[in-house]
């Protein structure tokens, strides 16, 4: 680093970052003597910090008085001494700051302490505290810049259609077809320009604002929007679901549910309210600084590649310095795996489960049960090469290191569950492929719903006891086990560790009701210490009752539909599932965006739904849409709003960007279904063009187990799992033990990145995910946060992300072109490289611990 002036003064002409700090925190300017005494190179270590963030952050801590760093520091110390994310030697010094009164009753005693204390203010409040955001998130703003623009609006509609009919259209094919969010911000930019080139700036005025067909440049502003309103049709309704169960003759044959009204009623429903339930929960997800949401920032990275200028050289690993701009890495790179992706992903698909240790004895059923990466449990050292296999249930260049640890960690620690489980036979597992998701009977066969079910799709016990009962792997009963562990442990961690900011959010969202105008200056404070808060607090908010409005009509419309027309459902499972959903969406919101592992709610709203509406599979999965899918969509739509956030898009653009959308990609998705449900064979096996429906399958296998069998059978009194149910007291007396620790060693950073939730969550990645899909994940994030990260933080911060961001969008995009070029067809390659996946104890799956002769059963005679 070079060297420092010994005295530096605020200039007049500070940056805009300065600027927009002046406009919330007072100033007492005065000149600071910096001398040699600083540790300004262990800050900037500690704080991930760069040369040029450091000289921003002395030009701002010479307006610091004591009291103003004093209070500060205690906000800063409040909002991240339990924060995993934030470097815990800082969080020491501060400890001993705040601690020592003498500092403040004598400062001329302490110049060099209160010096690189208000540096680290300075560079805390300045900007983001984490490296991640100042790595791909610009700590300035132009508020003129064009964004609502007619041609990002046009573009945002194209897109979205098109998203929208693509992944709707082939949902139910096998394999299915999926553009992710990538695609269509990839396809956006060249568009965006192509109309920057050819428009003419013609246009009109409204309201005092200028709309010109061409407003000049494309930016990175509009290109954003037009990818938030693109990633809003990545999905189909999930009530599409429940309709493809109601209607064809295959499951329950209900006729009527062909009806697009009823069709399109459930599906805005359960859409917008999604909506609603994020809006009103931005003041807790959205706004705290502490919530980076890594998820969001290969998007944001991928957008400042295409849209960033400046291209300064940093150094690299091995000492060497590094020119390449970023779009030219992301370019380089994209070109490179969408080359490669050929090679896994067709060429040679052993390379993506690359299970050499199950190959060397194929037949061998215990070697494939530990090793197999198929239908194993996938203890391998070199298990793949292809990265779509290494990001299935992790990011490791996007997620925080701890986060991926952790995770890890639980998988490994649930494996051993597993193993102990099987191997004892326990549940009669021994007699049950180790690692499969699916139900099975006393034959060892999988489990046939039909076979419990009358005519009409109602459950006949008479059936059910004469053909078996429901049967779950290994891996499946373990999964259900930490799933009610982390169900607990998720409500107690944010009790715990997070109470404070969720009581803060409360006030908040009081204050901004309509009827009360009283301010909180305590949350005002806290906002405002946040660099993005400050720029976003110059674009009017939007009014809760906004987002209230939507949530209620949404309510009121989906229990209408159900109540009009004969789903034999009551419309208070749209309460229920709402009930739930708030009970759940701000703990688990916290969790996944400091950390981008998700807590999904599927198994407690299976859970919960079969026991209050038992014998009624309709009513289960409407309860599972308004409690587990409400909570999914509204956290992806609270993601957007952070992308919002830290693009700096006005809060009530992103609002009509994401509602406008919604309801052109939600006529699309259900319009294509009208079509679809009238195809002859559709969702079976002879189904055309592959429409065999796998999802749809499984929604009904689990609306029948869940909705019409009922959890009471296999977790209620004398059930065969009710000792699973020790998962709920485990997982609280889990987050209380390291709750307990934390506080008695209080500096120990170990226990400061032990997240029990995220161990809790790796337990749940089984069936059919194994540790192949997590393990290859590990050593890549310790290479990018433990070695590029410390050693070269201003090439980390340059191309980590884009680089991210770059395989990814070369994966999709290439499997796009294979599946319609190649795979659509079908272009089908047979060599030995192709078939080993399907060969042997792996491949099959069938080979089990305590295999069945022919006729043979196991478990109770009666049941």
Same mark, same amino acid.
């Given at each position: ?490 409500? #107690? ?198 429409? #065999? ?171």
């Amino acid at each position: 680093m070079a060297p420092q002036p010994d005295t530096i003064t605020r200039s007049p002409d500070s940056n805009s970052t300065v600027s927009a700090m002046s406009q919330t925190i007072e100033k007492e300017p005065k000149t600071i003597n910096l001398t040699d005494a600083v540790e300004v190179d262990t800050i900037a270590n500690d704080l991930g910090a760069t040369e040029d963030d450091l000289l921003e952050a002395k030009d701002v801590a010479a307006t610091f008085t004591l009291e103003r760093c004093r209070k500060l520091m205690t906000k800063v110390y409040q909002q991240h001494k339990k924060d995993p994310n934030f470097p815990i030697s800082v969080i020491q010094r501060i400890e001993e700051f705040l601690a020592n009164q003498d500092i403040f009753d004598n400062p001329e005693n302490h110049e060099h302490e209160i010096n690189e204390m208000k540096i680290e203010a300075a560079l805390i409040t300045g900007n983001s505290p984490y490296a991640e955001i100042r790595a791909v998130v610009p700590k300035v703003d132009d508020p003129n810049m064009p964004c609502s623009t007619i041609r990002a609006w046009f573009l945002g509609f194209i897109l979205c259609g098109c998203v929208a009919f693509i992944n709707g259209f082939f949902e139910i094919r096998q394999p299915a077809i999926f553009v992710y969010g990538t695609v269509p911000q990839l396809i956006s930019y060249p568009l965006g320009n192509f109309c920057a080139s050819v428009l003419p700036d013609i246009g009109f005025t409204l309201w005092g604002v200028r709309h010109s067909l061409n407003p000049g440049p494309f930016n990175r502003k509009e290109h954003m929007l037009v990818t938030v309103m693109s990633t809003v049709a990545n999905t189909a309704p999930y009530t599409n679901g429940v309709v493809w169960i109601q209607a064809l003759p295959g499951y329950f044959g209900q006729s009527w549910a062909k009806n697009f009204g009823y069709q399109i009623c459930i599906a805005l429903s359960a859409n917008f309210i999604g909506y609603g339930m994020a809006g009103i929960c931005r003041r807790f997800l959205v706004h705290p600084s502490y919530l980076i949401w890594p998820t969001t920032l290969a998007t944001i990275a991928l957008n400042n590649a295409f849209h960033t200028t400046s291209d300064e050289p940093v150094k690299g690993p091995f000492g060497r310095v590094w020119h390449m701009s970023r779009i030219k890495l992301f370019m380089i790179t994209f070109v490179a795996m969408f080359f490669y992706f050929f090679l896994p992903n067709y060429l040679f698909t052993g390379l993506s489960l690359f299970s050499w240790m199950a190959w060397i004895a194929p037949d061998n059923a215990a070697l494939a049960t530990i090793t197999g990466s198929t239908t194993g449990l996938g203890l391998n050292p070199i298990v793949t090469f292809d990265w779509n296999v290494m990001t299935a249930l992790t990011q490791p260049l996007l997620y925080p290191l701890f986060s991926t640890l952790n995770y890890f960690l639980g998988a490994v620690f649930s494996m051993i569950v597993i193993v102990g489980l099987y191997y004892t036979n326990t549940y009669y597992t021994g007699h049950i492929p180790i690692n499969m998701n699916l139900p099975y009977d006393r034959f060892g066969k999988v489990f046939n719903v039909r076979a419990i079910v009358d005519e009409r799709g109602i459950f006949d016990l008479k059936k059910y006891q004469e053909y078996s009962p429901a049967y779950l792997s290994a891996a499946v009963v373990t999964v259900y086990l930490f799933f009610f562990a982390l169900y607990a442990a998720t409500l #107690t961690y944010t009790a715990l560790y997070h109470w404070r900011e969720i009581a803060l959010g409360f006030k908040g969202l009081m204050r901004d009701m309509p009827w009360n105008k009283k301010k909180d200056e305590d949350e005002t404070e806290e906002l405002t210490m946040d660099i993005h808060n400050r720029l976003m607090r110059q674009y009017k908010e939007v009014p809760e009752w906004w987002y209230l409005i939507c949530l209620v009509a949404s309510a009121v419309i989906g229990m209408v539909a159900i109540s009009h027309w004969p789903t034999s459902a009551s419309p208070a499972v749209v309460v229920a599932g709402l009930i739930m959903c708030a009970i759940f969406i701000i703990p688990i919101g916290i969790i996944y965006g400091m950390t981008g592992q998700q807590v999904s709610l599927n198994v407690l709203a299976e859970f919960i739904g079969g026991v209050i509406f038992e014998g009624n599979a309709i009513g289960m999965s409407f309860f599972k849409t308004y409690g587990y899918v409400v909570c999914l969509q509204a956290l992806t739509f609270t993601s957007d709003l952070k992308i919002g956030h830290y693009s700096k898009i006005p809060p009530r653009i992103m609002f009509w960007a994401q509602m406008v959308p919604t309801v052109v990609s939600t006529f699309v998705c259900v319009g294509i279904m009208v079509y679809q449900l009238d195809i002859e064979n559709v969702c079976t096996k002879e189904g055309p063009f592959r429409f #065999t429906c796998p999802n749809e399958n499984t929604f009904f296998t689990a609306a029948v187990l869940w909705g019409t069998i009922g959890p009471r059978k296999l977790w209620g009194p004398g059930g065969m799992y009710t000792a699973t149910l020790a998962g709920f007291p485990f997982g609280c007396a889990l987050v209380l033990a390291f709750w307990y620790l934390s506080k008695k060693f209080p500096n120990n950073n170990i226990l400061r990145n032990i997240h029990p939730v995220i161990i809790l969550t790796g337990g749940i990645s089984w069936a059919p995910y194994n540790l192949s899909f997590i393990w290859p994940a590990v050593p890549i994030a310790m290479a990018s946060f433990m070695y590029v990260k410390k050693r070269c933080l201003a090439f980390w911060s340059k191309y980590n992300y884009a680089f991210s961001a770059a395989l990814s969008a070369g994966v999709a995009v290439s499997a796009l072109v294979q599946f319609f070029g190649l795979q659509f067809h079908p272009v089908n390659l047979h060599w030995w490289g192709n078939d080993v996946l399907r060969r042997g104890c792996d491949g099959s799956g069938e080979c089990v611990y305590l295999p069945l002769a022919a006729g043979q059963s196991f478990g109770p005679s009666t049941w």
